[in-house]
Antibody, heavy 124, light 111 residues
């Protein structure tokens, strides 16, 4: 069983919107902070957003702040990334990742288990 | 803010040992934990090392990591290199201001 499965990636025009989902299984989702990390074609990893285990606290990279929103539904075990105002430079594979430990604020900014990724292409 | 600088690529023969560096450009490397991730070609990243030098269960002890305050850098050492170790390796840390910092990654080629 794959612990994290992303979906929602698509080809979208510049200025458009997408909502990515990440379905979790096999662990107590509500106990862990979660993150989104992206990888542009041929490039390295770039942190996008993180959210606390409860969803009360969210954090975004400067490059997406004001355009992207991370959220979660612990009852459904799903992590979301709402992406608005998409730009060509947002083209990437987006991974969701689970924090390595439970509850602690410090774990919000580290990754443990990674999903399989979903591809977002923004055409200009 | 700081960056984590990694060499672009390294190559070594099977069975040999390779050490990858990750240098923090400002601030001190031991301010916050460093983690290491492996990404094999066409695959998602996996966690190799967390909390500077701790291997998750299932990661072979051929992988080890350390922090060197004198060079303000972290290092990942892969001993007994295997062809399956080919891929990209990323270091990552926290900036203390609610941001995650990744290194640019090192491509490891096993000759």
């Amino acid at each position: 069983e794959v612990p994290l499965v992303e979906s929602g990636g698509d080809l979208v025009q510049s200025g458009g919107s997408l909502r990515l989902s990440c379905v979790a299984s096999g662990f107590s989702f509500g106990n862990y902070a979660m993150s989104w990390v992206r990888q542009a074609p041929g490039k390295g990893l770039e942190w996008v957003s993180s959210i606390s285990h409860s969803g009360a606290d969210t954090y975004h990279a400067d490059s997406v702040r004001g355009r992207f929103t991370i959220s979660r539904d612990n009852s459904k075990k799903i992590l979301y990334l709402q992406m608005n105002g998409l730009r060509a430079e947002d083209t990437a594979v987006y991974y969701c990742a689970k924090a390595p430990g439970t509850y602690s604020y410090y774990y919000y900014f580290y990754m443990d288990v990674w999903g399989i990724g979903t591809s977002v292409t923004v055409s200009s | 803010n700081f960056m984590l600088t990694q060499p672009h690529s390294v190559s070594e023969s099977p069975g040999e040992t390779v050490t990858l560096s990750c240098t923090r450009t400002s601030g001190t490397i031991d301010s916050h934990y460093v983690q290491w991730y492996q990404q094999r070609p066409g695959s998602s990243p996996t966690t190799l090392i967390y909390e500077d030098n701790v291997r998750p269960s299932g990661v072979p002890d051929r992988f080890s990591a350390s922090i060197d305050s004198s060079t303000n850098s972290a290092s990942l050492t892969i001993s007994g290199l295997k062809t399956e170790d080919e891929g990209d390796y990323y270091c990552q840390s926290y900036d203390g201001s609610n941001h995650v910092v990744f290194g640019g990654g090192t491509r490891v080629t096993v000759l």
